[in-house]
């Protein structure tokens, strides 16, 4: 199975600061034929589902707010905030869908 | 609006059985692949289980294999997923996830809709 590991476990931010959480695989998940890389972020707040906010890495989901960003290739990504809202409090897990099964990373928790 | 609804849960003694299910609605239910992912409590998410669009391709965690059994009927737009020989480390909040592909991408374990979500804790 792929290892998923988030860096770091918890941030606390300012409100209006750049928050940057790291997700490292343990092998590659970049389909080189597809030119897409296997990696998913969702966003947890407490007592809800997760929410899908990128997937490719850095495909933004409909409806998530631009301040959400992903980047990143082959085994090391980066989910940044880009200006930190009361509203974006949540725990956010990084999931690779390169090959089964999908596995997560351990989750970041951000604070204000 | 897609929706996904599960039900079923519970609590249940060590070796015990549950019967889940995520009724699904507003949108094509039988074209897409579900899935099972559970959440310990104050824990990560771990996926459990996906089914394909006709349910004769399934594919199980090894922490399940043998002992959940996932299955579909579009007829009902409802995804299942049956626990049996339970065990303590199975207590979790079970979440019904949507890929978010048909056709080709349908085998892309990407989530886009999930459903609240449905406990079972497995205790004496």
């Known amino acids: 199975d792929i290892v998923m590991t988030q860096s770091p476990d918890s941030l606390a931010v300012s409100l209006g600061e750049r928050a940057t959480i790291n997700c490292k695989s343990s092998q590659s998940v970049l389909y080189s034929s597809r030119n897409k890389n296997y990696l998913a972020w969702y966003q947890q707040k407490p007592g809800q589902p997760p929410k899908l906010l990128i997937y490719w890495a850095s495909t933004r989901e409909s409806g998530v707010p631009d301040r959400f960003s992903g980047s990143g290739s082959g085994t090391d990504f980066a989910l940044t905030i880009r200006s930190l809202q009361a509203e974006d409090v949540a725990v956010y897990y990084c999931?690779?869908?390169?090959?089964?099964?999908?596995?997560f990373g351990q989750g970041t928790r951000v604070e204000i | 609006e897609v929706r996904l609804v599960e039900s079923g849960g519970g609590l249940v003694q060590p070796g015990g059985s549950l019967r889940l299910s995520c009724a699904a609605s507003?949108?094509?239910?039988?074209?897409?692949?579900m899935h099972w992912v559970r959440q310990a409590p104050g824990k990560g998410l771990v996926w459990v289980s996906r089914i394909d669009t006709d349910g004769r391709s399934t594919v199980y965690a090894d922490s399940v294999r043998g002992r959940f059994t996932i299955s579909r009927d579009n007829a009902k737009n409802t995804l299942y997923l049956e626990l049996n020989h339970l065990r303590a480390e199975d207590t979790a909040l079970y979440f019904c996830?949507?890929?978010?592909?048909?056709?080709?991408?349908?085998?892309?374990?990407?989530?886009?809709?999930w459903g609240q979500g449905i406990p079972v804790t497995v205790s004496s």
């Open positions: 996830a949507k890929g978010k592909y048909s056709g080709d991408w349908a085998n892309s374990p990407i989530f886009d809709n």
């Open positions: 999931q690779q869908t390169y090959n089964t099964p999908p596995t």
């Open positions: 507003e949108f094509s239910f039988s074209s897409y692949w």
